[in-house]
């Protein structure tokens, strides 16, 4: 009973792997908007990446993925096409080792066409994925 009421006292956790650049360039991804606002909300946000260049944010993004795993009870990845879908692949694939449900924010109007082309990297975490959603800013 006592570890039962400490879960449902544990704030909710989660990872979230993206593009937070904004402190370094002038574009703001939707993955700080909703961090912060999960954050307000009283979730233990762990973020990833933050690094310039995509070799370095890779790396820190699964830097973290790993060293913090005990810091979260699921992730979310954003998913673009192209060169950047090398990250979410390769967070996809860690994350299911260590056994962390992911959830996949889908962007971009290329996917359907990349998935196409590369029907081998989609399919693995397509099918491995705890849950998809598609994002669409809207303005107020």
């Known amino acids: 009973m006592k570890a039962a009421a400490a879960r449902a ?3 909710m956790s989660v990872l979230m792997i993206g593009n937070f ?3 370094s360039k002038s574009v703001r991804f ?3 908007d909703l961090a912060e606002a999960l954050a307000a909300a009283g979730w233990n946000v762990v973020a990833a990446s933050a690094r310039a260049g995509r070799a370095a944010r890779l790396a820190d993004m699964l830097a973290t ?3 913090r795993r005990a810091e979260y009870a699921a992730a979310q990845i954003d998913v673009y096409s192209g060169p950047s879908f090398l990250w ?4 996809a694939a860690l994350l299911r080792r260590i ?3 992911h959830a996949l924010t889908l962007h971009g109007g ?3 066409g990349f998935a196409r082309r590369w029907p081998r990297r989609v399919a693995p975490i397509w099918r491995r994925r705890s849950c998809c959603c598609w994002w669409r800013r ?3």
């Open 99 to 101: 056994g962390k449900p």
């Open 21 to 23: 650049l904004s402190a």
């Open 138 to 140: 809207q303005e107020m």
């Open 110 to 112: 290329n996917l359907p």
């Open 88 to 91: 979410a692949e390769s967070a």
């Open 65 to 67: 993925a790993w060293s």
């Open 9 to 11: 006292e544990a704030p």
């Open 30 to 32: 939707v993955c700080e």
